[in-house]
């Protein structure tokens, strides 16, 4: 059983390699319910991949993620003798993992509410007049009542990326893995998709929020990360981290991201 | 002219063997190159190196070869089939290989991300092949398998070599008994043309139904 205390995401000591790459070095991190966590730093920190690991999209080799008490990626056991799990058990424990993707990823093939749809009624088990309502609830909280029955590609990237959170969180995820969504839009379609993430946080949904939008890390986490060569250096709340950063590299990344820099924007 | 018109009947039969031989192959192609098609995808080394060296060992072989093989060799192996399941056989063995090919393409041509979504929200690997992967691999896949089936009704014509009286082999009997050849392989190559053009058209109408599929 679950100690009452523990967060509804664990990362313990997790490691992970590519080849001889280490992309993944004892990562520790812990979530609790209703927090929201923003990831910062460089490419090719080890951000995406640690976030993909969280509903294992991403295997990780060394030490433990668990979910609301659940290890995600391996039934129990211990070190170099517990096994991957199988197909089924990882759709299950996925389906109550919400991820949002940098490309969207919406399904081609299906309209705005099909996309929501698909999940409540092959998951879930909804019937389809049920599953359309809820879908159809969930498009109209992010704006979109107007465009259930077009398909993606008639979408602008905002309100693909809009489909896709309400896809997310139709399925009433336990957590919530945002993956730099507004890094593929254009910048004057970022606002809407970040206020429908505010909106989300304010309603108490936990999220794990991987960006490089810096004044929206700041504005919506109650903690933010610095990962960097696949380590946490530096940890601790929003006005610690973005507003009088100590760590050295952390100093030399805020300052690197732009020339107008990115907090005074949004002050 | 009157003698083909005299041996309509007689080809029609020829006929009737053409189009069961072809939409045997068809059939059975289909159902095993999908299937081995998404394991040579998905599946881990041991599923995905047999099936690698069957579609390149098969691929590299002659179809005649492999007609022979199955007709007269493998009764030596004590595997005795008349000549229509041994042309079937060797027929379907050798297009499932392309049907493989054709699959794997397709599938591949998906990219990653929509895996990704149909993981994420709670699928299970035959789900997401049905709901996610499959309808929009259709589209890569059709126009390259109709030419696949094209390829197998003209390729039905070689079992007339190991004695099965398919339109080809009707064809040349009847020349056999009226030595006209002319108007008979004149009307021969009519019936071939005919099924594959309306296999043909009925692939871009298809094209069509799929086209609003977009990445």
Known sequence: MRPLSEPIVRVRKVGKSFGEHRVLEAVDLDVERAQVV?????SGGGKTTLLRCVNLLETYDEGSIRVDGVEVGYRDGDGARRRPRGDRELARIRADIGMVFQLFN????????ENVMLG???????PKEKARERALAWLARVGLSDKVDSLPAQLSGGQQQRVGIARAVAMEPKVLLLDEITSALDPELVGEVLAVVQQLAKEGMTMIVVTHEMGFARDISDRVVFMERGRIAAEGS????????QHERLKTFLSSLNPIHALERSE | MRTAIESLPFLWQGL????????LVVAISLVIGVVAGVGIVYGPRLVYWPIRLYSDLIRGIPVLVLIFFVYYGLPALGLNLDAFWAAVAALAAFKTAHVIEIAR?????????????AKAIGLTFWQRMHHVVFPQAVRRFLPPWI????????GSA?????GVVDLMLAVQKVIGRTYEPMPLYVTGAIIYFLINYTLSSLSRRLETRFAHIRE
């Open chain 1, 120 to 126: 409540l009624r092959k998951v879930r088990g909804l």
């Open chain 2, 16 to 23: 009737l063997v053409t189009l069961e031989v072809s939409a």
């Open chain 1, 38 to 42: 923003a990831i910062i730093g460089p």
């Open chain 2, 105 to 117: 393409g397709a599938i591949q041509s998906i990219h990653y991300g929509q895996t990704d979504a």
């Open chain 2, 158 to 162: 070689l079992v007339s070599l190991i």
């Open chain 1, 238 to 245: 929003p006005a610690e981290l973005l507003v009088r950063p």
């Open chain 1, 106 to 113: 919406l399904f081609p093939h299906l309209t705005a509410a």
């Open chain 2, 147 to 154: 030419n696949a089936v094209t390829d197998a009704v003209k």
